[in-house]
């Protein structure tokens, strides 16, 4: 094994494991606070990737050259589309449920996951789709065969993750809208009764995760170029099981979970067999639900009556 | 009861609700309908499509709303939203003998049918079958039992690659397969369910979605023994040595020769059919005899409240394991029907979308109810092939309809039915 090449995964890693970090706010937030897996919360972000590059094409049809203004603008269309599609799901699908049987949200979350795939493949078309190119600088450290690249974008989508999971957490923690979001988690019941909006607070935890599933939508549409109506399926379990690696409901635990996640699995693809990767995320995703399900940094569910 | 619509009145309220649903619809709708990826470039060819949704959407909130303040409407949305209704019903022994003329008049129709009908209609109803079966397979697993498998397809896979690489590499038949394959996707199940099924509901789903991709992704990337995406051929089903092709192929005598007279190409799909009959028949007596033995009275309560069960001794992780054991033997039972009817099986048969399908049946059947499983596997399967013009739909609506039972009837539309005791008492006593 080659220096060079397993500091080219580490990075390669990191980038993957950011994204499903992202992505997995939006389960663990969910999860922590009305205790369902968004089923179509893979789909939401699958939706984000299509209008990123609706945006992109629309904004390069008004003339915007500028790169960085350009992504700027996509980035806050997206964040804003994708979050009513949030909003929207949990009011149509999930709200009414609130007080249904134990397994009803969840089916209904897969029913909602097939509406969204099969209309967004009605709409645009089953085939794949793609954007231009518009971050291709390189960095590169070494020389001859021996070296380690870095692309913009990968700086980028790295840096953009922290500073959006910093800002989240500040968000959380600091804010009065956080106090809220963390009393309705903790006890819903209690919280409605000291006079916090719960149902409110939930509509805001789906638009938050859908707002960070945006962001991931920009982000990997740049990075790969090419997506279809499908890639919301893979990379939601994916998200998920970096959400549960971490311990769901937690915050920093997404971030962890997506890290370890997208490193193990770029160093499974590049050392291992290709192959079998997905087969290698399946596996871990199973294995700790079996044996860790509180994950790392989670706490663990014990069943009252 | 949490309401989508508003229930007090007052016009601005409403107009402001209007346009609110309108805006959301549009901000919706206008970009993924309206605006068509082209390449890299766009079109704005669906756009009145999008306003139009969006429109009909904001205009259905309004009628709805006008509707459900009027004095008859909130009355039917009460009746039609009242979910306060008791899981099972009791029923009247009365309605007995009526129910045993109805089935034996269905019965003798669709073993009639086939001799009638066309060689298409009759794959069709192969297919359809083979969905009830898994249907109630699937019922058993989450209708009785109340856990949610999303990777029941994995066991449908299991059943149907027994049958194929039993032929390929031990040379099994139809019949020495069928039960290799119960028993093999009933000791998978076991397998998987033994740690499985101690954790909680949610959990369970999302490992099982993640067991039935896995043993996808083995089937697609483990090219040398399983052909990978190419898939392997199977052995079609044989009788006592009869065989329904045109040569014999695994060593007996074709059907033709054996009877004398024509080749008849149809035999095989009508025996196929019949076959399928009799195995949904076993499997509706043997699930409707477990309902009422101990250990389906015990599927049913663990499902209500698992804590109280507990607390009253029952062994939950056996009688969850006893569930789901089975209902994935019966799924690999489907599995070899499929893949002795196709001739051939690859895994692009069994990704998840087949178990959200399955869920489907079982979902909109009613979870639990056996005739609502059956009823909704034939609707799924003859609605779209009747309704070939909206084949693009079937996936909208099917996920549609799952959100809108959840919503309406989430413990199914056909409740569950016992015959009530204190009636067979007292026929007894009189």
């Keep these: 094994m080659d220096w060079y090449i397993l500091i080219q995964q580490l990075i390669n890693g990191l980038t993957l494991g950011s994204v499903y970090g992202l992505i997995a706010v939006g389960y663990t937030m969910v999860y922590g606070i009305i205790g369902m897996i968004n089923f179509a919360h893979g789909d939401v972000y699958m939706v984000s990737a299509y209008l990123t590059a609706i945006s992109i094409a629309v904004f390069t049809f008004f003339g915007i050259s500028s790169i960085p203004f350009l992504l700027l603008c996509t980035v806050i269309i997206t964040i804003a589309i994708t979050s009513v599609y949030g909003w929207a799901i949990e009011r149509v699908a999930y709200r009414p449920l609130r007080d249904s049987t134990r397994l009803a949200p969840l089916i209904s979350a897969i029913g909602m996951s097939l509406v969204l795939q099969n209309y967004v493949q009605l709409a645009q078309g089953a085939r794949n789709q793609g954007v231009p190119t518009l971050i291709d600088q390189v960095f590169r450290i070494g020389d001859g065969d021996a070296f380690v690249q870095i692309t913009y974008l990968q700086i980028i989508i790295i840096s953009v993750s922290v500073v959006s999971m910093i800002l989240l957490t500040f968000l959380i923690h600091k804010s009065d809208l956080g106090r809220r979001c963390r009393a309705t988690q903790q006890d819903r019941i209690m919280a409605g009764i000291l006079g916090v909006n719960t149902d409110r607070i939930i509509s805001i935890t789906f638009v938050i995760g859908s707002a960070m599933a945006a962001i991931a939508g920009v982000l990997v549409t740049l990075y790969y170029g090419s997506f279809d109506f499908y890639v919301g399926f893979i990379t939601g379990i994916k998200a998920f099981t970096a959400a549960v690696l971490g311990g769901i409901g937690s915050l920093p635990g997404a971030m962890l979970g997506g890290i370890i996640l997208g490193l193990s699995e770029s160093l499974f693809s590049s050392f291992v067999n290709t192959d079998y990767k997905d087969v290698f995320a399946f596996s871990l995703l199973v294995l700790i639900l079996i044996f860790k399900p509180e994950g790392i940094l989670g706490t663990p569910e014990t069943e009252k009556v | ?430």
């Design chain 2, 1 to 430: 009861m949490t309401s989508i619509l508003p229930t007090n009145l007052s016009i601005r309220h409403l107009l402001l609700e209007t346009l609110t649903a309108f805006a959301v619809a549009a901000v919706i709708f206008c970009p993924i309908v309206g605006i068509h990826l082209n390449g890299y470039d766009f079109d704005l060819g669906h756009l009145k499509l999008a306003l139009g949704l969006a429109l009909g959407i904001a205009i259905t909130r309004l009628v709805l709303a006008l509707f459900l303040n009027t004095g008859v409407g909130a009355r039917l949305a009460q009746h039609i939203m009242d979910r306060r209704q008791a899981p099972v019903a009791v029923a009247p022994t009365t309605r007995r003998l009526w129910a045993h003329v109805f089935v034996v008049l269905v019965l003798i129709g669709a073993v009639a049918f086939p001799f009638m009908a066309k060689k298409y209609f009759i794959t069709v109803l192969i297919l359809a079958l083979i969905y009830v079966l898994l249907g109630l397979g699937l019922n058993i697993v989450v209708g009785l039992a109340g856990l949610l498998d999303l990777g029941f397809v994995a066991f449908y896979a299991i059943g149907a690659y027994t049958l194929a690489l039993g032929h390929q590499y031990l040379g099994w038949g139809f019949w020495q397969s069928l039960p290799a394959a119960a028993a093999l996707a009933a000791l998978f199940g076991c397998i998987l369910g033994f740690p499985v099924l101690r954790m909680h509901g949610d959990y369970l789903a999302i490992t099982t979605l993640g067991f039935g991709e896995i043993i996808r992704l083995v089937l697609t990337n483990w090219v040398d023994f399983t052909g990978g995406p190419n898939g392997v051929s199977a052995p079609k089903p044989t009788l006592f040595g009869i065989e329904f092709t045109r040569r014999a192929r695994y060593g007996g005598t074709p059907f033709h020769e054996y009877f004398g007279g024509e080749y008849n190409s149809e035999a095989l799909y009508i025996f196929t059919y019949l076959l399928l009959l009799i195995t949904v028949c076993i499997v509706v007596y043997i699930n409707h005899r477990l309902k009422r033995m101990p250990v389906g009275r015990a599927w049913e309560a663990l499902r209500e409240d698992e804590i109280a069960c507990r607390s009253l001794g029952l062994n939950h992780v056996l009688v969850k394991l006893s569930a789901f054991t089975l209902g994935a033997g019966i799924g690999g039972v489907a599995g070899v029907f499929f893949a002795g009817y196709q001739g051939f099986v690859n895994p692009t048969s069994f990704t998840f979308f087949e178990s959200a399908l399955i869920l489907a049946v079982v979902v909109l059947g009613g979870l639990g109810s056996t005739r609502g499983v059956i009823i909704a596997a034939l609707a799924l399967t003859i609605l779209p092939e009747a309704l070939r013009q909206f084949a693009d739909f079937r996936v909208l609506a099917f996920g549609g309809a799952m959100v809108f039972m959840m919503i309406w009837r989430p413990r199914g539309i056909i409740r569950p039915v016992r015959p009530s005791f204190s009636t067979i008492e007292a026929n007894h006593a009189g």
